[in-house]
T-cell receptor, first 114, second 112 residues
Framework: DAGVTQSPTHLIKTRGQQVTLRCSPK?????VSWYQQALGQGPQFIFQ???????QRGNFPDRFSGHQFPNYSSELNVNALLLGDSALYLC?????????????FGSGTQLSVL | GQQLNQSPQSMFIQEGEDVSMNCTSS?????WLWYKQDPGEGPVLLIA?????ELTSNGRLTAQFGTTRKDSFLNISASIPSDVGIYFC????????????FGKGTKLSVKP
């Protein structure tokens, strides 16, 4: 039973570039959430996708966008990269239960912006 | 925005000792989750709590959902070297599916 898988594991970009990160949810899960984790901090919620639509969004600018595909996998896109976007980007999947979801995380994509 | 205060920030303990850490919130949560994160990995779910007063165990780990719904604690009994890592509490507000609010973590170091 595959867990949450993310690709790539590491990425180096320069300021102003665009990046796409990918996530496949745990088998049986239909909901994907994305988090940003800066060094030494807890993860911060970016947004959640369910039924191919953005359902909830955290306090992140429109440069951060996403997509969910019919097979429940998801992408996170970040445009016009800033140095401050350097972080570990975590994908979490869950089964939509309405309340009390258990989120299972992937190993993340470490993004460095130079 | 909502804040979670997690304490202590770090702990150095001897192998075999018991460990206790806690989180407090300015908001009422309907779910508390505890995660452990190792270097270079994503957080791994340890325990999930859904009702005020709930006490749940997972092996040597025990966690409780505070009766005010604004706090939670995690205890680890008889610590071993593999308990090393960063422990995060996370809470979810009613109606905010997927939006977990995380604490800043407790870094646990175990001396053999």
């Amino acid at each position: 039973d595959a867990g949450v898988t993310q690709s790539p594991t590491h990425l180096i970009k320069t300021r102003g570039q665009q990046v796409t990160l990918r996530c496949s949810p745990k088998s049986g899960h239909d909901t994907v959430s994305w988090y940003q984790q800066a060094l030494g901090q807890g993860p911060q919620f970016i947004f959640q996708y369910y039924e191919e639509e953005e359902r909830q969004r955290g306090n992140f600018p429109d440069r951060f966008s996403g997509h969910q595909f019919p097979n429940y996998s998801s992408e996170l896109n970040v445009n016009a990269l800033l140095l401050g976007d350097s972080a570990l980007y975590l994908c979490a999947s869950s089964l939509n239960l309405g309340e009390g979801e258990k989120l299972f995380f992937g190993s993340g994509t470490q993004l460095s912006v130079l | 925005g909502q804040q979670l205060n997690q304490s202590p920030q770090s702990m150095f303990i001897q192998e075999g000792e018991d460990v206790s850490m806690n989180c407090t919130s300015s908001s009422i949560f309907n779910t508390w989750l505890w995660y452990k994160q190792d270097p270079g990995e994503g957080p791994v779910l340890l325990i999930a709590l859904y009702k005020a007063g709930e006490l749940t165990s997972n092996g040597r780990l025990t966690a409780q959902f505070g009766t005010t719904r604004k706090d939670s604690f995690l205890n680890i009994s008889a610590s071993i070297p593999s308990d090393v890592g960063i422990y995060f509490c996370a809470g979810q507000i009613v109606g905010s599916q997927g939006n977990l609010i995380f604490g800043k973590g407790t870094k646990l170091s175990v001396k053999p």
